[in-house]
């Protein structure tokens, strides 16, 4: 079994495929219509410029949206206590231990029959997986390289406007205003997209990794532990 193989297995240990993939639809439409309601009232109270006696339709919309946290919750106990009653606490809850317990067994069932879960195949998977974790490094190079390229265009813009108009008195300096205003306006969508799109990915996807690399040490530790 290839490690490309094993990290396809992230997704059969996420919260969404464990728990959310069993929910009914009436469940979500719930949730939805409860949130859209939650919402509609907070907008409805900041556009009304937040006249303190609207404040009210602001009370309900966090209202409304506690209560689709609360729905959500109890549903997901409601799913965990079915579906994955062997992880729950002595006190019948759930937490981050009754999810690590899930995942664990959820991987040894996907590799039943595929790989031998030794110390050193163990050992060997999660070095891997750390590895490939590594690769995904954020380094700003889209930032960094829309700069270069905004910059060597205005500083050639400016350049060539000199050589053919520098003995006209009269030459507007408004473009080079409107070509700054719009360089800004690039730069500005660069930067959200580098720390707000591409960084964010990149995080999320570390961090989908890093969940696959404490399952795999949890249960080498298990192993060890006997």
């Given at each position: 079994m290839s490690i490309e193989e094993?990290?396809?297995?992230n997704k059969k240990i996420s919260f969404r495929r464990l728990v959310y993939s069993k929910y009914k639809s009436s469940w979500v439409f719930m949730a939805i219509l409860l949130l859209v309601i939650g919402i509609i009232l907070i907008i409805?109270?900041?556009l009304s410029d937040f006249d303190i006696k609207k404040i009210w339709t602001l009370i309900l919309g966090l209202i409304s949206s506690f209560i689709t946290g609360k729905h959500l919750f109890n549903k997901n106990t409601r799913?965990?206590?079915?579906?994955?009653k062997y992880s729950l606490l002595k006190n019948g809850n759930w937490n981050y231990t009754s999810l690590m317990k899930i995942r664990k067994k959820t991987i040894k069932r996907e590799l039943t029959g595929k790989i031998d879960l030794t110390n050193e195949n163990l050992l060997f998977i999660i070095d891997c997986l750390k590895k490939e974790s590594e690769i995904l490094k954020f380094n700003y190079s889209l930032l960094i390289n829309g700069i270069v390229i905004i910059s060597s265009m205005y500083?050639?813009?400016?350049?060539?406007?000199?050589v053919n108009y520098a003995t006209n008195t009269n030459d507007d300096p408004g473009a080079y205003k409107i070509i700054a205003g719009i360089s800004f306006l690039i730069i500005s969508i660069l930067i959200y997209m580098?720390?707000?799109i591409f960084r964010e990915s990149i995080i999320s996807r570390k961090r989908k990794k890093y969940r696959l690399i404490r399952v795999f040490e949890n249960i080498y530790l298990e192993k060890n532990a006997k």
């Amino acid at each position: 079994m290839s490690i490309e193989e094993i990290l396809k297995l992230n997704k059969k240990i996420s919260f969404r495929r464990l728990v959310y993939s069993k929910y009914k639809s009436s469940w979500v439409f719930m949730a939805i219509l409860l949130l859209v309601i939650g919402i509609i009232l907070i907008i409805y109270w900041i556009l009304s410029d937040f006249d303190i006696k609207k404040i009210w339709t602001l009370i309900l919309g966090l209202i409304s949206s506690f209560i689709t946290g609360k729905h959500l919750f109890n549903k997901n106990t409601r799913i965990i206590k079915r579906y994955y009653k062997y992880s729950l606490l002595k006190n019948g809850n759930w937490n981050y231990t009754s999810l690590m317990k899930i995942r664990k067994k959820t991987i040894k069932r996907e590799l039943t029959g595929k790989i031998d879960l030794t110390n050193e195949n163990l050992l060997f998977i999660i070095d891997c997986l750390k590895k490939e974790s590594e690769i995904l490094k954020f380094n700003y190079s889209l930032l960094i390289n829309g700069i270069v390229i905004i910059s060597s265009m205005y500083i050639i813009a400016y350049l060539w406007n000199y050589v053919n108009y520098a003995t006209n008195t009269n030459d507007d300096p408004g473009a080079y205003k409107i070509i700054a205003g719009i360089s800004f306006l690039i730069i500005s969508i660069l930067i959200y997209m580098e720390f707000l799109i591409f960084r964010e990915s990149i995080i999320s996807r570390k961090r989908k990794k890093y969940r696959l690399i404490r399952v795999f040490e949890n249960i080498y530790l298990e192993k060890n532990a006997k």
